[in-house]
């Protein structure tokens, strides 16, 4: 009998391909890269020069406990992976939580990845 949580089949993931997985390329989105603000997220933004955009997390324990900060994470993910036009050109994208704002829900989520997105221009002249 399948656990109520998890739909028929496998559940779908945000594949690695898609995740900044070492310091090094949250560091090279910090330095060079545009920064963002929406409520209750503050974000950069750098095209990836790769396939796909890519997503790095923040979540500190500001946030709250640790239900909290991996609620936070869940569905910021979730909302990155149901993007519906990804950017163009695809975008390394660090999400950093603010303590008490940050989205609960992955409607709210949504709402803030989408404000996020519309406010990303390129750089000019890269």
């Not at 109520?4 to 594949?15: D, F, H, I, T, Y």
């Not at 090094?24 to 910090?30: L, N, S």
């Not at 991996?70 to 975008?91: G, S, Y």
């Not at 709402?111 to 996020?116: H, N, R, S, Y």
Request: aromatic letters at 4%; glycine letters at 8%.
């Amino acid at each position: 009998m399948p656990s109520p949580r998890a739909p028929e089949g496998r559940r779908a993931r945000l594949p690695r391909s898609a995740r900044l997985l070492s310091q090094a390329q949250f560091d090279r989105v910090y330095k060079q890269g545009r920064k963002l603000v929406a409520p209750g997220v503050v974000a950069w933004a750098l095209p990836s020069g790769t396939a796909g955009s890519r997503l790095g997390l923040s979540v500190s324990r500001k946030v709250g406990g640790a239900i909290q900060r991996n609620r936070v994470k869940r569905v910021l993910r979730e909302a990155f992976r149901q993007i519906e036009t990804p950017p163009d050109p695809p975008l390394d994208l660090v999400l950093v939580a603010r303590p008490g704002r940050a989205p609960q829900t992955l409607a709210d989520a949504r709402d803030t990845l989408q404000l996020l997105l519309r406010r990303w221009q390129p750089p000019a002249g890269r």
